[in-house]
């Protein structure tokens, strides 16, 4: 009988033990890919689910200060494209900012910093989804 509540033991340690590193594994990735090296804007690359579309800019994992940043050399950049070539395919541009749902409290943090500035540079905007703003570059105030 003995032997048998070791075993259960043992058994339930190493299962409490298993729950612990999966927990501190995800939250290692988590930490890794927000202050990870990511290709960067001035390379040509952005951070999109479709590595090919340079008019998506993808924020999740990122800080507020850090997706602002981001963002903010994205729209220039961009708005620096479409000012050049007057290109049609580069008026509108997507950055995804999530709904919040990971955020502390579950209340979005990025989207309204990031609605906020687009609206301060005078870009119209509408939400494709509660997690994507669309931003017009020809609609411009100067």
Do not use: W
């Not at 612990?20 to 930490?31: I, L, P």
């Not at 602002?68 to 049609?88: G, L, T, W």
């Amino acid at each position: 009988m003995d032997h048998v509540l070791i075993l259960i033991f043992v058994i339930i340690v190493l299962v409490v033990i298993c729950a612990y590193c999966c927990v501190r594994r995800v939250r290692r990735g988590r930490r890794r890919r927000e202050n990870s090296t990511v290709p960067d804007i001035e390379s040509g690359l952005s951070f999109t689910q479709d590595p090919g579309d340079l008019r998506t800019l993808d924020l999740h994992y990122f800080t507020r200060s850090r997706a602002m940043v981001k963002a903010k050399k994205f729209i220039a950049e961009r708005m620096d494209r479409f000012k050049k070539f007057r290109n049609h395919n580069d008026q509108f541009i997507n950055i995804i900012t999530g709904r919040g749902r990971h955020s502390k409290n579950g209340k979005a943090v990025l989207k309204p910093a990031i609605k906020n500035y687009v609206s301060a540079q005078g870009f119209q905007y509408q939400f494709l989804n509660p997690g994507m703003l669309q931003i017009n570059l020809a609609s411009k105030s100067n």
